[in-house]
């Protein structure tokens, strides 16, 4: 029987770990001794959750489809209804799919793997002063992780997240509300998601375009404007974390992987989505997809599955950006989805994740003209 290894207790770990334990195949999955909560939005399109056969995320606490407001740098305001989104704490979302994991059978390993050595046929985990060797590896351990400094790969395609989680925030006010602003710098954008216990707060932007000194003050002044003066003094981790997106580096990646044995998922082959720097749901579906091909005894379909599946939408994803952040779209775009109806309901499917990139330019030319606003197709396969 094949015996497996997932590095990894994130999104794409998990569901890996999961379908592959359903699938009846052998597999460790390498965690952390003590799992700390994963800087992060934990915003998620419910559309996805489903696809995770034996992952039912419905109990968890979680704020659901929140009212939200865009903001540009002109001072332009856009109320959108989010619809379909769920923002979950990351600590509760990974613990509960690493649980699924391991009711559906995968055995947990608590200690992070320290080296990954090439033998025969397989691939032996070294962790602990102990070995243990494998016919593949799943490589869900990061941007910065083990599997990609095996394979002797520095971490590309970095976007950075810098915030920070609030917590204990003052009930009476409202954090039911989701706040994203354009400050019109570079391809940053700043966040206030509100969740269970508090809120994430951050900017996500692209070393590089803009310093590190400049995103700071950008998020500074961002929070003064919308939250109580002591939003300083709140609780919770603060940070500067990659967010490692979509390029000609990830196939590049995956293919080196699949050479060695290593499977490369979610932050670890590069995936988030170049625009809007969502990664969760990419790890997920990466997860399930390394999982399918090693279940269906082709592990080098992966490579073209993440091809087939991916690359046209995330290169369009990337003009995108480009056009969005930096061209004349982005500083029309709240204007006229406040006058627009059919732009706007675009704008709201885009954030909410229901509507791909492929399609999008001739959808919103339609919802200009008047036509029809139906979106092309659900991204990410059926
Ligand atoms: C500030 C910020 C905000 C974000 N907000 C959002 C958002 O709202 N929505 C969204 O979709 N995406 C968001 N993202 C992106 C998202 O967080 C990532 O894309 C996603 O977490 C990647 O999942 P993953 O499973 O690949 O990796 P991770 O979630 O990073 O999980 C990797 C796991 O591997 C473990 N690990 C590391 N090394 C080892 C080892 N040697 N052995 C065993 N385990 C190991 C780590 O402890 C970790 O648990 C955000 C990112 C940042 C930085």
Redo the contacts with the bound molecule.
């Keep these: 029987m094949t015996r497996v290894a997932v ?7 998990g569901s890996a770990a999961l379908a592959l334990a359903r699938g009846g195949v052998e597999v460790d999955l ?3 001794a003590r ?1 700390g909560e ?7 399109p419910e559309h996805v959750l489903p696809k995770i056969d034996g992952f039912d995320p419905s109990p968890l606490p979680a704020v659901v489809s929140p009212e939200a407001v865009l903001e540009d740098s002109r001072g332009h305001r856009l109320a959108l209804d989010l619809d379909g989104i769920r923002i979950f704490r ?1 600590r509760d979302f ?1 613990h509960a799919l690493v649980e699924a994991a391991l009711a559906a059978g995968a055995v947990p390993r608590r200690i ?3 080296r990954l050595e090439r033998v025969e046929r397989g691939v032996r985990v070294v962790a602990g002063g102990e070995g243990r060797v494998y016919d593949w590896i799943v490589g ?3 941007a910065r ?2 599997s990609r400094r095996s394979l002797g790969l520095p971490p590309r395609g970095d976007s950075v ?1 810098l ?1 920070g989680s609030l917590l204990g925030i003052d009930p009476g006010l409202d954090w039911r509300r989701l706040v994203l602003a354009f400050p019109g710098m570079a391809d940053s954008y700043l966040w206030i ?1 509100p969740r269970p216990g508090g809120a ?1 707060v ?1 900017i ?1 932007y692209t070393p590089g375009r803009l310093t590190d000194a400049a995103a700071r003050a950008a998020l500074d002044r961002f929070l003064d404007d919308h939250l109580d003066e002591g939003w300083r003094d709140l609780p919770g981790p603060r ?1 500067r ?3 490692p997106v979509f390029g000609p580096w990830t196939l590049e990646a995956v293919r080196r992987g699949l050479s060695r044995r290593i499977l490369l ?4 082959a590069a995936v ?1 989505d170049p625009l809007t ?7 997920l579906l990466t997860g399930l997809w390394a999982a399918g091909s090693l279940l269906a005894g082709r592990p080098e379909a992966y490579a073209e599955r993440l091809e087939s599946e991916l690359r046209e939408d995330m290169e369009k994803a990337g003009r995108a950006r480009d056009l969005f952040f930096e061209g004349a779209i982005g500083r029309w775009a709240l204007p006229l989805s406040r006058a627009h109806p059919g732009i706007r309901k675009v704008l709201s499917d885009l954030l909410a994740c229901r509507q791909p990139y492929t399609g999008l330019r001739r959808r919103l030319l339609g919802a200009a003209v008047g036509l029809p606003t139906s979106r092309t197709h659900t991204p990410c396969g059926p």
């Design positions: 590095l990894g207790g994130g999104p794409a770990g390498y965690l952390p799992p994963k800087p992060c939005g934990g915003a998620v990351r990974d992070k793997a320290e869900a351990d990061g992780g083990l997240g915030g998601f994430s951050g996500a940070y974390y990659p967010i998922t979610g932050d670890a988030a720097r969502e990664g969760i749901r990419y790890s």
